[in-house]
C-alpha cells in the first residue's frame, strides 16, 4: 500500500469543518461549478452539495485547503452508515491540480478516518483512478449512469397489478408514508434508505423539484411503490431519480409499469433522452433497464482501503 505523505507546498493549509459558513459554501459551490465546466461533470454527488448548506449534520465534516488563503481544493467525508467506513468526494480546482493537493486531501481524510476510507470518482477519470491507486485504494463498486432517448418512446402501456392506482405526491401529506416506504424498499441500500425528513426537504427546496412528476402507487390506501423523476433542465435531461418497491409488493411489475409511467411523463415534457443510475453488480435491474432501450453512459467508481 502506496500512502506515503504528499510533498509539502508552500502556502498549504487543510481546515477541517463540521460546518460551512455561507460565504465558505458559496465559494465551494463556485469551485465546484469551475472544475465541473473542466470535467464535464459535478466532482461532489448532489448530497453532497446539499449537505454544503444548513449548518452542522452529524457525521459530515469539510475539508478546505487553501494555498496562500485562496480555496484550491475540497473533500467531504461522510460517516454515517453502521458498517461501511465513511465515504468521502474531493475535487482540486483546475488550475492547481498536478501540485499534490488531492494527494494531501486524500492523505487528510485517510488520517481523520484511521485509513479506513472509502471514495468515490465520478466518471471514473484516469486522474482519478490514479490518486485511488497513491493512496492505496482498491475498486470496490462500480455505478452506471444509463441513458436511452425519448423521442419516440417505444415503451409498452403500463400495466399496473390488480387494485393498484397511481397519484401524484403531495408535499407535507406524504412525506412520512413516503420516507417509510422508501426506508423498506431500500433496506440493502445505505445512501438511499437512510434519508431522512430533513433530506426530503433539502430535495423539496431544490429548483428542480416538482411533484407532478413524484409517481406514488397505492393499494388500499397504502403507499407500496413510487418512481420520483427529476429534470436536469440545463442539460435537457430526464432522470429516473428513484424507484421503490415496497419488499412485499416487489415481483408483480409494479416496477417496470412505474418506470414506464415516468418516462411517459419525461417525454412529455419534451426532453430528448432519459438517463438513470444502477449499480453494475445488479444484473436483475440492468438486464430490465436495457430491454427498455438504456445503454452505458459512464461510469463512477468507488475505491476503498483494505481494511
Not at 116 to 133: M, N, P
Not at 149 to 160: H, N, R, T, Y
Not at 267 to 295: C, I, K, Q, W
Amino acid at each position: 500500500m502506496t500512502t506515503d505523505a504528499p510533498l509539502p507546498s508552500p502556502g498549504r493549509e487543510i481546515e477541517t469543518l463540521d460546518a460551512l459558513t455561507p460565504e465558505q459554501a458559496d465559494a465551494v459551490l463556485a469551485l465546484l461549478v469551475e472544475a465541473a465546466g473542466t470535467d464535464g461533470r459535478q466532482a461532489v454527488s448532489e448530497q453532497g452539495r446539499l449537505q454544503l448548506r444548513g449548518g452542522h449534520r452529524d457525521g459530515v465534516r469539510h475539508f478546505l485547503l487553501t494555498v496562500n488563503g485562496e480555496l484550491a481544493g475540497y473533500a467531504q467525508l461522510e460517516d454515517t452508515d453502521p458498517v461501511e467506513a465513511p465515504a468521502a468526494e474531493l475535487v482540486v480546482a483546475p488550475a492547481h491540480r498536478g501540485r499534490g493537493h488531492g494527494r494531501a486531501l486524500g492523505a487528510a481524510l485517510l488520517a481523520a478516518t484511521g485509513k479506513r476510507l472509502r471514495v468515490w470518482a465520478h466518471g471514473g477519470k484516469s486522474a482519478a483512478r490514479h490518486l485511488a491507486q497513491v493512496l492505496g485504494l482498491s475498486l470496490f463498486r462500480e455505478l452506471r449512469q444509463l441513458r436511452r432517448p425519448l423521442s419516440d418512446l417505444d415503451i409498452a402501456e403500463p400495466v399496473l397489478p390488480p387494485g393498484v392506482t397511481v397519484r401524484t405526491f403531495v408535499p407535507g401529506q406524504d412525506d412520512a408514508a413516503w420516507l417509510t416506504v422508501n426506508s423498506a424498499s431500500f433496506a440493502h441500500h445505505p445512501e438511499q434508505g437512510s434519508l431522512t425528513q430533513r433530506d426530503l426537504d433539502d430535495r423539496k427546496a431544490e429548483p428542480w423539484f416538482d411533484p407532478k412528476g413524484f409517481f406514488l402507487a397505492e393499494r388500499d390506501g397504502e403507499i407500496i411503490g413510487f418512481h420520483w423523476t427529476k429534470v436536469h433542465a440545463e442539460d435537457e435531461l430526464g432522470e429516473v431519480y428513484v424507484v421503490g418497491i415496497r419488499p412485499d409488493a416487489q415481483g408483480g411489475g409494479l416496477g417496470k409499469a412505474l418506470t414506464a409511467i415516468g418516462l411517459r411523463y419525461l417525454a412529455s415534457r419534451g426532453l430528448p433522452t432519459a438517463m438513470l443510475y444502477v449499480d453494475a453488480d445488479n444484473p436483475a435491474a440492468l438486464s430490465v433497464y436495457e430491454r427498455m432501450g438504456f445503454a452505458t453512459h459512464e461510469l463512477d467508481l468507488m475505491y476503498r482501503t483494505e481494511s
